[in-house]
Structure formats: structure tokens, C-alpha cells
């Protein structure tokens, strides 16, 4: 009898998992609230979100695409479970006494014209940036993390807002004030991902050293729905 390959379950995974669906969550919720930084006005997502991404980086890099995949994917099922609960509660006629109905409309509410496309942007953004991260890895032997980190996030993050603003604001926004706008979300979480650039790069060896991994993604299928395939 053929023995099953043993399958060794990784702590580090499952925390950097759990993180990256929390982070996501609580992105949608910080969404409801628009901020202002300077002259730049922009929603308080922007405080979260980026996170995201430096654990897309983290689990790219460490275990490889196929296990990235697995990532995004969870992630999305997560946050596509939290959307649809809150609207299933915010669709409920409230209490008679109750009178925080508006406040929690505003957080719960959400349009689906808005949930669609978060939810299409941020898969387009996520694979984006783990291909990306992959491929410059392979291309370069694994060196310049660094350069790697940035450069998939520039992509991914550009992917993701060209997709969204349109989508979800398009007619609401005027259409010339979109450019600046994808530019202005591009260029701050950018530059978020740099300034916490140091901590990545230690969590990054850190997780290779504790776990022995450093995958390369030599011979695998990109296509997003092999999630099978670890």
C-alpha cells in the first residue's frame, strides 16, 4: 500500500493566515471613515491594507506562489463571509429601542457596487503581486528582496486601485480627478511598504531560518484556481 506523503503543517502559516484575514476585515471596516493626511484626503483603510500586501510578500517569498495562492484565496473567502454576514444583519429590522441603526448601516451597508469591486480589485492585486514577487525572484536568483518587495507592490497596488476607483466610484468621483487619485493611494502605500521595509525583511529571515523554507517556483502553474497545488 502506497503510504500518503506526510504533510507538515507550518505555525508561522497559519498565523501569518489568520493575520492577513484580519487584516483585510478590518480594512473594510476602516474604509467607512475618509481621513485626511496633509492635503491628501483618502479612507482610513489605508492604515491596514498595506499589510496585506507585506504578508502577500512574507509568504511569497518563503513558501512560493502555490502557497500565496492559498493565502489570497482564504483571504478572500473570509472577507467575502464578514461582507455578507453584515449585510445579512444590516438587511434585519433593527430593535424598537435600539437607535444605532445609522451608524451601523454606515459600516455594514456597504453598496454592492463597492463590494464587487473590492473584492475583484484585491484578487487582482493579490496575484499580481505574488506573480510578480515570483518571477523577479526566479529571475534573480533570489537576490535583492528589497527591490522585489517594492516593486511587486508598486504592481499590485496599481492593479488594485485602477480596478477599484472606476468601479466602485466611477460617476460618484469626477472622472478627471481619478488619475490623481490612483496615483495618490499607489504612491502612499508604496511608500508604506519602504518605511516598514526593515521589519519585513527580519520576519522574512526570520521565517526561513525557524521553518528551513525558501522556495523557488520553478515548474509551477500560475493559473489562480490550482488551489490544490502545494
Not at 473570509?78 to 441603526?101: C, H, K, Q, S, T
Request: proline content about 4%.
Amino acid at each position: 500500500m502506497e503510504k500518503k506523503k506526510e504533510q507538515k503543517i507550518s505555525v508561522l502559516f497559519m498565523f501569518y493566515s489568520v493575520l492577513f484575514c484580519v487584516c483585510l476585515i478590518t480594512a473594510n471596516v476602516l474604509e467607512t471613515k475618509q481621513i485626511s493626511l496633509g492635503p491628501a484626503n483618502m479612507t482610513a483603510g489605508l492604515i491596514v491594507f498595506p499589510v496585506s500586501y507585506i504578508i502577500n510578500d512574507v509568504v511569497c517569498e518563503v513558501w512560493g506562489y502555490s502557497r500565496t495562492r492559498l493565502l489570497i484565496w482564504l483571504g478572500f473567502a473570509m472577507n467575502f463571509m464578514f461582507v455578507l454576514f453584515g449585510a445579512v444583519a444590516d438587511w434585519i429590522p433593527g430593535a424598537p429601542y435600539w437607535d444605532g441603526e445609522e451608524g451601523f448601516h454606515q459600516i455594514f451597508g456597504l453598496a454592492p457596487r463597492i463590494a464587487g469591486a473590492s473584492f475583484l480589485a484585491f484578487l487582482a492585486g493579490s496575484f499580481i503581486n505574488a506573480y510578480v514577487m515570483s518571477k523577479m525572484k526566479l529571475s534573480s536568483d533570489g537576490k535583492n528582496f528589497s527591490y522585489r518587495a517594492v516593486m511587486s507592490t508598486v504592481f499590485g497596488e496599481l492593479t488594485d486601485s485602477v480596478i477599484f476607483f472606476p468601479l466602485a466610484l466611477g460617476g460618484v468621483i469626477p472622472w478627471e480627478e481619478m488619475p490623481s487619485l490612483v496615483i495618490t493611494q499607489v504612491t502612499l502605500k508604496t511608500l508604506y511598504e519602504i518605511i516598514v521595509l526593515p521589519v519585513t525583511i527580519r520576519v522574512v529571515n526570520f521565517t526561513k531560518k525557524h521553518d528551513h523554507e525558501d522556495v523557488f517556483d520553478n515548474d509551477i502553474a500560475y493559473n489562480i484556481f490550482k488551489v490544490k497545488e502545494l
